[in-house]
């Protein structure tokens, strides 16, 4: 009978080779998965400054054309290797399966926001930059919730409350 595994198999070899025990490895995902979104962002952000906009969009929305599609991923792919700090096999074993990993759930978040017709229909710089911070944070959120805590983001002027919640 074959054993069902629910960590990946990257993970449970990368937590066995540092000693942690698999509940512990919790924290290697968050931190492979803000590597890889910081790559991508700092992709996305460069094409945005250079004023490709439209191709950051349409890479996002799989419009993009195939040559395109491929720079962008190797370009983000190179800075997650730099980032992570692993090599060899298990270096691109891990990017194989965070990067896109994280760039669905970017899809799914701009896609459910509408982001990327506000970006379309705003193309200037400096607004398409805020765009993408914005869902870099929305998808932050969908990556590592904060499940149980009780926080909550208050305005400015918001009274604080006198009682902490039971």
Same mark, same amino acid.
């Given at each position: 009978?074959?054993? +069902? ?23 290697? !995902? ?6 890889? +979104? ?20 349409? !890479? %996002? ?11 962008? +991923? &190797? ?8 980032? +992570? ?15 896109? !990993?994280?760039? &669905? ?10 982001? !990327? ?11 398409? %930059?805020?765009?993408?911070? &914005? ?10 919730? #904060? ?7 208050? #305005? ?11």
């Amino acid at each position: 009978m074959k054993k +069902l595994s629910l960590l990946p198999h990257i993970v449970r070899t990368a937590s066995q080779l540092t000693g942690m025990a698999a509940w512990q490895t919790g924290r290697l !995902f968050r931190k492979a998965a803000a590597s890889a +979104l910081d790559s991508i962002q700092e992709v996305l952000r460069a094409e945005v400054k250079k004023g490709n906009a439209k191709l950051v969009v349409d !890479f %996002l929305t799989d419009k993009a054309l195939p040559t395109a599609r491929a720079l962008l +991923l &190797e370009r983000m792919a190179a800075r997650l290797l730099i980032r +992570l700090g692993l090599r060899g096999a298990l270096a691109s074993s891990v990017v194989g399966w965070i990067l896109p !990993f994280v760039l &669905e759930q970017m899809v799914r978040v701009g896609q459910r926001t509408g982001l !990327f017709d506000k970006i379309r229909a705003n193309p200037t710089v400096q607004d398409s %930059l805020l765009r993408l911070e &914005e869902l870099r944070q929305a998808v932050w959120k969908r990556l590592a919730p #904060d499940h149980g805590t009780g926080v909550q983001l208050l #305005d400015d002027d918001a009274e604080l409350p006198r009682e902490l919640p039971a």
